[in-house]
């Protein structure tokens, strides 16, 4: 059975549990800049390059996969959201991409697999793709709004060297999360699925998009329809929402959602928002009461935290749903649904 089946007889039994933030667990070791650069003799800084930890100092990602585990999550995702050309070379390391996919992907995997043998669950790992700091869809310059930094191609040639590498190392899934552009992301889809079709075999891919304003858009300007209209045909095991806002802001877009996408949903919202210094602050057991709503009115098949969660959170928020019916994906009738900025569907 492969990943995708195995994924799928699971979430059909239960709400599964997704892992929370990888990027506020790792400030909380203080780590300094020896810690994160090693013995690499890379040119610049590397403080806050999360993503390097996987080959200067495991010990790091590695525990906190654990306490993800061992909270309850079915779901380990790589720490990879920043590993690619574009964002590495902000820190001289554009040329250790792929030995940092390949050893974050094979750290996760190897975790993965002994908290699995210990009990039977099935764990899997979700290699995660970022959105870069660069937009297809819009002009960073005002005065040229046709100006564009990268275009397609090469922003696919950069996803591609992420998932070959990821998939490597024994990932299960794709994970393109935080989808601020539309455009952007269908550069990464199209690099996972060349990717699977060079193996030869389905390579699932999970999508999240975040949200810029309460009003329910991406910074490209999609509503959440629109947005599953206009990525639909990757054929995703789950679309969701994450990052953003915490779960209370999140409410209606993930109603949206869960309507309209015939898939499985999954999200993972902020432990709430940011405080006035920046540090996230909303309790595990609110942040699990949130969430919990979505999972009493059948609107998520999975659940996990972004900015600010933990690892109690996590467990919190296993402990809120167990025993809860996962959402059943909508039986839609067959129309033409097409996606500007709003949804479009022409009628029967």
Same mark, same amino acid.
């Given at each position: ?6 994924? %799928? ?7 599964? !549990?997704?892992? @929370? +933030?990888?990027? $506020? ?9 020896? +810690?994160?650069? /090693? ?18 100092? *495991? ?18 995702? &790589? ?27 094979? =750290? ?21 793709? /970022?959105? $870069?700091? #660069?937009? %297809?869809? %819009? ?10 930094? !990268?275009?397609?191609?090469?922003l696919k040639d950069v996803y591609r060297e992420q998932v070959d590498a990821l998939v490597e190392g024994g990932a299960d899934f794709i994970l393109i999360e935080t989808i601020f552009d539309t455009l952007n992301a269908k550069a990464g889809i199209m690099a996972a699925l060349e990717a699977g079709q060079a193996l030869g075999r389905d390579l699932p891919i999970m999508l ?8 329910? *858009? ?19 095991? &789950?679309? /969701? ?17 869960? #309507?309209?996408?015939? &898939?499985? !949903? ?5 432990? @709430? ?18 969430? #919990? ?11 996990? @935290? ?7 959170? !996590? ?7 167990? /025993?809860?019916?996962? *959402?059943?994906?909508?039986? %839609? ?7 500007? =900025? ?7």
């Amino acid at each position: 059975m492969g990943a995708r089946e195995t994924f %799928l007889a699971q979430a059909a039994k239960r709400i599964l !549990i997704n892992d @929370g +933030a990888f990027g $506020t667990e790792i400030q909380r070791w203080k780590l300094d800049e020896a +810690a994160y650069a /090693g013995d690499l003799g890379l040119a610049k800084d590397q403080r806050g390059n999360n993503d390097i930890l996987a080959l200067t100092n *495991r010990e790091v990602p590695a525990s906190i996969h654990r306490a993800y585990f061992e909270a309850g999550a079915d779901i380990a995702s &790589t720490n990879t959201f920043s590993a690619n050309r574009i964002s590495q070379a902000d820190y001289a390391a554009e040329h250790l991409v792929r030995d940092i996919n390949l050893a974050s992907a094979q =750290l996760a995997r190897g975790i993965a697999d002994e908290f699995q043998a210990k009990d039977g669950r099935p764990r899997f790992v979700a290699g995660a793709i /970022g959105p $870069t700091n #660069k937009t %297809l869809s %819009l002009s960073p310059d005002v005065n040229d709004p046709g100006f564009r930094e !990268i275009d397609f191609d090469f922003l696919k040639d950069v996803y591609r060297e992420q998932v070959d590498a990821l998939v490597e190392g024994g990932a299960d899934f794709i994970l393109i999360e935080t989808i601020f552009d539309t455009l952007n992301a269908k550069a990464g889809i199209m690099a996972a699925l060349e990717a699977g079709q060079a193996l030869g075999r389905d390579l699932p891919i999970m999508l999240s998009m975040t949200l810029t304003d309460l009003s329910g *858009r991406n910074l490209s300007g999609h509503t959440v329809e629109a947005f599953w209209y206009a990525v639909r045909h990757a054929r995703p095991l &789950t679309v /969701g929402l994450n990052c953003s806002f915490g779960a209370e802001q999140l409410r209606p877009h993930v109603a949206t959602l869960s #309507k309209v996408a015939d &898939t499985l !949903i999954m999200v993972y919202p902020n432990a @709430g928002l940011p405080n006035d210094l920046g540090e996230y602050d909303e309790e595990p057991a609110t942040t699990a009461s949130l969430v #919990k709503e979505w999972a009493d009115a059948g609107q998520v098949n999975v659940l996990g @935290g972004c900015c600010g969660s933990t690892p109690e959170h !996590i467990a919190e928020m296993k402990r809120a749903v167990e /025993g809860l019916a996962p *959402r059943t994906a909508p039986q %839609l009738d067959v129309r033409t649904r097409l996606a500007g =900025l709003e949804p479009m569907v022409l009628a029967a």
